[in-house]
């Protein structure tokens, strides 16, 4: 996207069908305040991506190599201190949030995170909260900074704040071994963060993990 720079703003409305110009009016127009959210990494350039070898792709004399293991999407990026163009989980809106007063807490086997939003804008908008969730120092297998473990989407009027709870699974701390053949969620302190994509996580926690059964 080499004009990214030149135009005041861009609109990705992915498939909207038959009422792609319904859509684009309403939100141009601001009837509608967006509030989507990215599901992939846009890069800065092509050799930024995970698979950016032709081993990995296209790949040679018919094989392609997927050598990237758990390294893909934004964890490539993260990982290698990439910067992107626009990150996992970015979206913009035409009102402005702010989250304050994070609270961990572990109960039967689940992790509970709690936060504040707060619409500080002078619209209606809805903020997706997310929280990722980074391994301890020294884990068995190659991990990432950190990995998505939920999120919610909640619509705030001007103004007003909303305490909001994330459950997370003990999946979401937990890895595949391929010698166990199942999940393991390995003892130790993991940390948690909040924000609105997984590059703006201003709010962190950590929290002691032992016995955690995925």
């Given at each position: ?103 961990v807490e572990r ?14 804008g002078s619209r ?91």
């Amino acid at each position: 996207m080499p004009w990214v720079d030149q135009v005041p703003a861009i609109l990705e409305t992915w498939y909207p069908g038959e009422e792609d110009g319904n859509v684009v009016a309403s939100l141009l127009f601001g009837d509608v305040n967006p509030s989507g959210k990215l599901p992939i990494t846009f890069p800065k350039a092509g050799g930024d991506v995970p698979a950016n070898t032709p081993a990995q792709y296209p790949g040679v004399n018919g094989v392609a190599t997927y050598s990237e293991g758990v390294f893909v999407g934004y964890r490539h990026y993260d990982a290698h201190g990439i910067e992107p163009l626009f990150p996992f989980g970015y979206g913009l809106s035409y009102t402005t949030f702010r989250l304050r007063h994070l609270e961990v807490e572990r109960d039967d086997g689940q992790v509970t995170v709690e936060v504040d939003v707060t619409n500080t804008g002078s619209r209606t908008g809805a903020q997706v909260v997310q929280v990722y969730v980074g391994h301890p120092a020294g884990t068995a297998v190659p991990e990432p900074p950190h990995q998505l473990g939920g999120f919610l989407k909640v619509t705030l009027r001007p103004g007003q704040t909303q305490h909001v709870r994330i459950r997370l699974a003990a999946r979401a701390f937990a890895y595949w071994d391929v010698t166990k053949h199942d999940f393991v969620a390995p003892d130790g302190t993991y940390r948690l963060f909040v924000g609105s994509s997984s590059r703006d996580l201003p709010l962190s926690a950590p929290i002691r993990i032992r016995g955690l059964r995925p």
